[in-house]
């Protein structure tokens, strides 16, 4: 069983940094690409930042270039998310997404969501 765990959420002062780290343990055979996504209060989840397993490809929101940098270990399935100069509209439960996943005992690819950690920026 497939499971993502997100870590490293909580409170912090306008200007600080904080890094969050997602887990991906199971029988896992490959994933094409790991994403972080947030979700703010009454607003729709939006893709922050994803990194293509096969390229190294890279993208971010534009609200969150030059501040934030994802990475990954891939031999440790393990995405990191460091956030840089936060600001109170990066408030949000940020997820990690596991994207075209396949495990050693099925071929089918199959996305995976984290259960979410929650970012406050807040004085």
């Known amino acids: 069983q497939v499971q993502l765990v997100e870590s490293g959420g909580g409170l912090v002062q306008p200007g600080g940094s904080l890094r969050l780290s997602c887990v991906a343990s199971?029988?896992?055979?490959?994933?094409?690409?790991m994403n972080w996504y947030r979700q703010a209060p009454g607003k729709q989840r939006e893709l922050v930042a994803g990194?293509?397993?096969?390229?190294?490809?890279?993208n971010y929101a534009d609200s969150v270039k030059g501040r934030f940098i994802i990475s990954r270990d891939a031999a440790k399935n393990t995405v990191y998310l460091q956030m840089n100069s936060l600001n109170p509209e990066d408030t949000a439960v940020y997820y990690c997404?596991?994207?075209?996943?396949?495990?050693?005992?099925?071929?089918?690819?199959?996305?995976?969501w984290g259960k979410g950690t929650l970012v406050t920026v807040s004085s």
């Open positions: 997404n596991a994207e075209g996943l396949r495990t050693w005992d099925s071929g089918a690819y199959v996305d995976y």
């Open positions: 990194v293509i397993s096969s390229t190294g490809n890279i």
């Open positions: 199971g029988r896992i055979f490959s994933i094409n690409a």
